[in-house]
């Protein structure tokens, strides 16, 4: 079975830093597009930022400049380098899965980020 397991929130002031993991099993890693997504209370999921098999990577504007996403394929795992944390980035972050051409997306359960003073 495909299993995603985050790990690395936590609470951090307004300009702080945090770097979540995200690791995988059940599945050849290498073989997959990882993304960050987060969902506020009472907000729609949204993408955070991807990582492609080839290691291309994207990000919502919001986050530009700020986040990093890479993957450690020795490791099977997908890290979000988080800098200069607003409170805007309050979330429970998800890390997401999926084979390119694939319909079918595999869900870690999330970790939260809480982003105050």
């Known amino acids: 079975q495909v299993q995603l397991v985050e790990s690395g929130g936590g609470l951090v002031q307004p300009g702080g830093s945090l770097r979540l993991s995200c690791a995988a099993s059940g599945i050849t890693f290498t073989s997959l597009d990882m993304a960050w997504y987060r969902q506020a209370p009472g907000e729609q999921r949204e993408l955070v930022a991807i990582i492609s098999t080839g290691g291309t990577t994207n990000y919502r504007d919001s986050v530009k400049g700020r986040f990093t996403i890479s993957r450690d394929n020795t490791k099977n795992t997908v890290y979000l380098q988080m800098n200069s944390l607003k409170p805007e980035d309050t979330a429970i972050y998800y890390c997401?899965?999926?084979?390119?051409?694939?319909?079918?997306?595999?869900w870690g359960q999330g970790t939260q980020v809480t982003v105050s003073s």
């Open positions: 997401q899965a999926r084979r390119p051409f694939s319909q079918r997306i595999y």
